[in-house]
């Protein structure tokens, strides 16, 4: 069973500043996918940003982008320029290649100071 | 409809109740998921639908829960004699094609959950 690790329950970060949540995955295949999640209060997950473990290049998405690390199995999400509406938690997740599952970590909760 | 609705939003029952949780996908996907969220934890695999066929359970805890899609559209996840630690939020997904499908294709879209609060 894969499983994923956030080792930070909370973080929090100043408005306008940048914050880098990791995440680390055990695995023993070669080809997956790695997700960050967002999930606000209303509880509706949504998906933030997602990498191919096959693509090297690390995927951005506007103020979101990844560090991907294979060997390591890390996959660590930065958040530039934080806002208020950022401010949710946010889940890493893995899913096999040959899997249609979602395994999740724990979490980490994002405040956003004003 | 434009996006996955789950009702009841929230539901409180006491041990030992029926619950039935509702989850009605988006327009046209055919595979279906769902999760449960427990208090600080991340969500946890359930079971998947394809159509409307369980194609797999394995991650329901026991048989109290069961869970249906009789039209391969709207499913309903039933817990019969509830506990206490059947308290969470149980979160339905839809996507186009099953995730093993190209990535893109392979999207999950969440619903908003159903808190359920076992007395």
């Known amino acids: 069973a894969q499983t994923v690790t956030q080792s930070q329950p909370e973080m929090s970060v100043q408005e306008a500043e940048t914050v880098t949540l990791s995440c680390t995955y055990d695995t023993s295949e070669s080809d997956y996918y790695l997700f960050w999640y967002k999930q606000p209060p209303s509880r509706q997950m949504i998906l933030v940003i997602r990498q191919e473990a096959y693509k090297q290049q690390n995927a951005t998405e506007n103020r979101f982008s990844v560090n991907f690390q294979k060997a390591a199995k890390s996959f660590s999400l930065k958040i530039s320029d934080s806002q208020l509406g950022d401010a949710a938690m946010y889940f890493c997740?893995?899913?096999?290649?040959?899997?249609?599952?979602?395994?999740f970590g724990a979490g980490t909760t994002v405040t956003v100071r004003a | 409809g434009a996006g996955v609705s789950q009702t009841p939003s929230n539901k409180v029952t006491e041990k030992g109740k029926y619950v039935e949780l509702r989850c009605d996908p988006i327009?046209?996907?055919?595979?279906l998921y769902w999760y449960r969220q427990s208090l600080g934890q991340g969500p946890e695999f359930l079971i998947y639908f394809q159509g409307t066929g369980a194609a797999d359970d394995s991650g329901l805890p026991n048989d109290r829960f069961f869970a249906v899609r009789p039209e391969g559209s709207v499913s309903t996840l039933k817990i019969q004699r509830t506990e206490r630690g059947d308290s969470a939020v149980y979160l339905c997904?839809?996507?186009?094609?099953?995730?093993?499908?190209?990535?893109?294709?392979?999207?999950?879209?969440f619903g908003e959950g159903s808190r359920l609060t076992v007395l």
């Open positions: 997740a893995y899913r096999s290649a040959n899997d249609y599952k979602l395994s």
């Open positions: 997904a839809s996507s186009l094609k099953p995730g093993l499908a190209d990535s893109n294709t392979g999207e999950l879209f």
């Open positions: 327009s046209g996907h055919t595979a």
